[in-house]
């Protein structure tokens, strides 16, 4: 297992193999995330995308293969500590505590935190990003609409102050509008100076915001490449952009 | 209750009674119910014997006696609300903790293990008998924390189980502690509990003759006039504590976390929440409660029986909870004493008025789970949430359906085509 730092890499993920059971989901995935970045991972449902995000922030640890964060093998790292290192997820589904209020909501996404003061100014980023929060801070979550759910789960995320934000499917299921919305925060976070993990089905979107893409399939990286050379190549024009001949 | 008050004083009638109250500050009207609640409570045994013995339906309101019992078992039903109410953790062998806090008082302060003679603040044993004797309120804390330790070896292993697999692993230590003690009465030729026959006498709570000279506390418990009263007294002083820990912990980081286990275990382990440190802690502190109870009930009845620690102990208390509602303080505290004073005396007081004023001849006791099962069926159908719903589930009640998730599917697999026509 190698732990060296790679240069300038944020997040290093090498040759990592997942299992549920005995099924193995990741085959060997080999991945890199630079300070900075918006990288995406895209593939067909069951490619190992979710599998992924689980893999890195503990949840569900890779029998084999090394994942280095910050020059920090963080294999097999309890979930709370990587949060504590400075990666946090907004988990596929949303997954919000529907009886807590949007704020108590946002609050547990800082559990990990101890510097009470910076508390403030993140919980108050969150709600210049979503003034709709703001508004509905006293509303339990579960009352949300969906796309107001999905700020919700973007924005706990954003309250543990992460390095790396894992974004797992953030447009599912949202109307039309708030995909594009979303899409917009997405970026706007970003060019706050956090980079982003970005695991998306609408493969369009995301190549359209990031810098460089990962096509996966079946548990391994199909294509690696710029988004703009992904999204001009023909192969995943064919099988991700619906596009016909 | 708050908000029944207010809908009250909108009554015009009625507004020379609430218009004070209503100016009273917040924080001062929520504490007056509490405060009047404890006062009832305090000043009970000097009131029960002027109460009614031929009231309707229930004849007669516990003496002092059984309610030290109703108010040790509401100590424990507080306790199994952190784990059930608190964290969402389905345990169905709480009576475990209960033994194990019992016979801790019955190691700890009894003649038991006769092959040593060690005594240390305990009153009204006379210094040449054998065995351990320390003082029970120091046994209450050794109880306590012993159980809150048996809680942390029972969760290590099982907290990893979600559900109904945690559920059954605890139905099995609830019955592996009852019959340990059961048959370990030759360990090796080591009496450890006095098997089938239990640990008796066990000793009594007091504060000794120098505090009694000097503050007027009374010597012993055990050989005092006002024995009944006494226990009742400190039953309620050790209720109270466990009330107090339960809310200032409802309102902490941890109970927080308990919380957030409990709305959505995979989400809170995402958001950096330890599960099972968590989990465990829930464990540790509600056996904390559950030991302690146990070791006050053995001192007050002077004894430790095998036969006391059945399964249907774990249903009781957690028929208690669910009839108060999960996760709330007051709910469980009344929940907890309508449920064990049917089980100490209730049922069968109106046992015998059916069976006078109805040619009815039934023996409603022997009915009693049957009896607290047409109660959970029925609070199940009419008021689910409990007599006195926890905040966060009562607003969910009143809210109903979340309008978001009507009008705004999660899953929309509508393409957006359709979703215009249907504009």
């Known amino acids: 297992m190698t732990t060296s730092p790679q240069d300038g890499a944020l997040l290093t993920v090498e040759k990592v193999h997942t299992y549920y059971g005995s099924i193995e989901a990741l085959k060997g995935i080999t991945i890199e995330v630079h300070e900075g970045e918006i990288v995406t991972l895209i593939g067909a449902n069951g490619a190992g995308k979710s599998t992924m995000l689980r893999s890195i922030n503990g949840l569900n640890h890779p029998r084999r293969g090394s994942i280095v964060f910050r020059g920090k093998d963080i294999t097999r790292e309890p979930p709370h500590d990587v949060v504590r290192l400075g990666i946090s997820q907004s988990p596929e589904g949303r997954k919000l505590f529907p009886r807590m209020s949007v704020l108590e909501n946002l609050e547990m996404g800082a559990f990990q935190r101890r510097d009470r003061s910076e508390l403030r100014s993140d919980l108050e980023r969150v709600y210049a990003l979503f003034p709709r929060l703001s508004e509905r801070k006293q509303q339990r979550a579960g009352t949300l609409s969906g796309g107001e759910q999905q700020m919700v789960a973007i924005g706990r995320a954003l309250m543990a102050h992460p390095k790396l934000l894992l974004l797992d499917e953030p447009s599912m299921g949202l109307a039309p509008i708030f995909v594009e919305r979303v899409f917009e925060t997405i970026v706007e976070i970003n060019q706050q100076g956090t980079t982003i993990l970005l695991v998306e089905q609408n493969a369009m979107m995301a190549l359209d915001v990031a810098s460089r893409g990962y096509v996966l399939e079946t548990g391994t990286v199909a294509l690696a490449d710029d988004a703009k050379a992904l999204l001009r190549n023909e192969q995943v024009r064919k099988t991700y952009l619906g596009e016909t001949d | ?423």
């Open chain 2, 1 to 423: 209750m708050k908000e029944r008050l207010r809908q009250l004083s909108r009554l015009e009638l009625l507004d020379p009674l609430f218009g004070g109250w209503r100016r009273l500050p917040h924080g001062l009207r929520s504490a007056v119910p509490a405060v009047v609640v404890i006062a009832l409570a305090i000043a009970y045994p000097y009131y029960v014997s002027s109460l009614p013995t031929d009231v309707p339906v229930i004849l007669a309101f516990p003496d002092v006696g059984a309610s030290v019992t109703i108010v040790v078992f509401v100590i424990m039903a507080v306790g199994l609300n952190i784990v059930v109410g608190y964290a969402g953790l389905l345990d169905l062998g709480y009576v475990a903790f209960y033994a194990i806090g019992a016979y801790t008082a019955g190691w700890l302060a009894s003649g038991q293990f006769e092959q040593v003679r060690f005594h240390f603040g305990s009153v009204g044993i006379s210094s040449d008998q054998s065995g351990i004797h320390i003082s029970v309120w120091l046994v209450l804390l050794c109880a306590a924390l012993l159980t809150a330790v048996g809680g942390i070896l029972i969760g290590l292993p099982t907290l990893r189980l979600r559900g109904d697999y945690l559920a059954i692993v605890t139905l099995g230590f609830g019955e592996i502690i009852p019959q340990f003690v059961r048959n370990a009465d030759s360990i090796k030729g080591f009496d450890l509990t006095h098997g089938t026959f239990g640990i008796s006498p066990i000793d009594s709570p007091g504060f000794g003759e120098r505090l009694n000279r000097s503050l007027g506390l009374p010597v012993n418990y055990q050989s005092s006039f006002d024995r009944e009263r006494l226990f009742f007294w400190t039953a309620l002083g050790l209720l109270l504590l466990a009330v107090f820990v339960s809310f200032r912990l409802r309102d902490s980081r941890l109970g927080r976390a308990w919380i957030a286990i409990r709305e959505d275990e995979t989400a809170a382990g995402a958001m950096g929440i330890p599960l099972m440190r968590t989990k465990t802690w829930a464990y540790a502190i509600g056996a904390f409660f559950g030991g302690m109870a146990g070791a006050y009930i053995a001192s007050f009845n002077s004894g430790a029986f095998p036969s006391q620690f059945q399964f249907n102990i774990s249903v009781f208390l957690l028929c208690m909870v669910i009839l108060g509602g999960m996760g709330s303080l007051w709910g469980v505290v009344i929940g907890g004493t309508i449920l064990a004073w049917l089980n100490v005396e209730g049922l069968a007081n109106i046992g015998s008025w059916v069976n006078a004023h109805t040619p009815l001849n039934v023996e409603v006791a022997k009915y009693q789970f049957g009896i607290y099962g047409i109660i959970i069926v029925l609070m199940m159908l009419f008021r689910p949430v409990g007599l006195i719903p926890e905040r966060r589930r009562k607003r969910e009640l009143e809210e109903g359906t979340p309008h978001g998730a009507l009008d705004d599917p999660l899953y929309d697999h509508r393409t957006a085509n359709e979703r215009e026509e249907t504009r």
